[in-house]
């Protein structure tokens, strides 16, 4: 991904462990209840997630499902416009990523993107 990020001209982005934690948990939350969503199950958005952890300046996230490597989950999301704006986004400095394995889609995939 950082190598993305640079060859687009952007800085690399630092891992947050509390953003971590945030796409962590709502990776869990996603393949717990076969749910496919930005929203969680309890209502609670991307940017409520990562406040709850302590991260007060989130600029995005991007969730997949599918995909069961690192690799096949970064292909998408690449190949996907939105997504890969998001990536690409010079304005994000942090992120962190969450995978839970089980579900109906096998794999669910958090990258939650943060201003610091």
């Known amino acids: 991904m950082n ?4 060859e687009h001209g952007c ?5 947050d462990p509390r953003l971590d934690k945030a796409a962590r948990l709502h990776s869990q939350d ?6 496919y969503s930005h929203t969680s199950t309890n209502g609670k958005g991307p940017k409520e997630r990562m406040e709850a952890q302590g ?3 989130a ?3 991007n969730v ?7 690799q096949g989950a970064f292909d998408a999301w690449m190949h996907s ?5 998001q990536i690409l986004a010079c304005r994000s400095k942090g992120t962190g990523i969450g ?3 089980g579900g109906k889609h096998r794999a669910y995939w958090t990258q939650d993107f943060g201003y610091k």
């Open 55 to 57: 991260y007060d300046d």
């Open 11 to 15: 800085a690399p982005l630092h891992r």
């Open 3 to 6: 190598k993305a990020c640079v």
């Open 99 to 101: 995978v839970a394995l």
């Open 81 to 85: 416009s939105g997504h890969r704006a």
């Open 59 to 61: 600029s995005g996230e």
């Open 30 to 35: 996603m393949a717990a209840h076969s749910h």
């Open 64 to 70: 997949d499902a599918w995909p069961t490597t690192p």
